[in-house]
């Protein structure tokens, strides 16, 4: 496939996206703009294809990359969420 083939692919994607997708998909077009940019090759979508089903997928993202979302819960069900992944949380493994 061609990336002018990709890009048309990609274009009728989105014109079939439901509009509450739309911001999703940008933030998401935005993070690999991101990724790339910062000097990270673009070898990402391989290795997920090569990853095992139990093995988590280590992007490279850190701790710090998540506090631009701090503070930002939208909805009323923030203390049933925060229950939901107490109670089906695993163990972390370092």
Excluded at 31 to 58: Q, V, W
Excluded at 75 to 92: H, I, K, N, Q, V
Aim: glycine share 6%.
């Amino acid at each position: 496939m061609t990336p002018s083939d990709i890009r048309q692919k990609l274009h009728q994607q989105i014109d079939q996206l439901p509009s509450d997708f739309l911001l999703l998909a940008v933030e998401f077009l935005e993070f690999l703009k991101s990724r790339n940019s910062s000097g990270k090759t673009s070898s990402a979508p391989s290795s997920m294809l090569e990853a095992e089903a139990n093995e988590p997928i280590l992007t490279g993202s850190t701790g710090s990359d998540l506090l631009r979302f701090a503070g930002t819960w939208q909805g009323d069900d923030f203390e049933e969420c925060l229950e939901a992944a107490y109670e089906t949380r695993s163990p972390a493994e370092f």
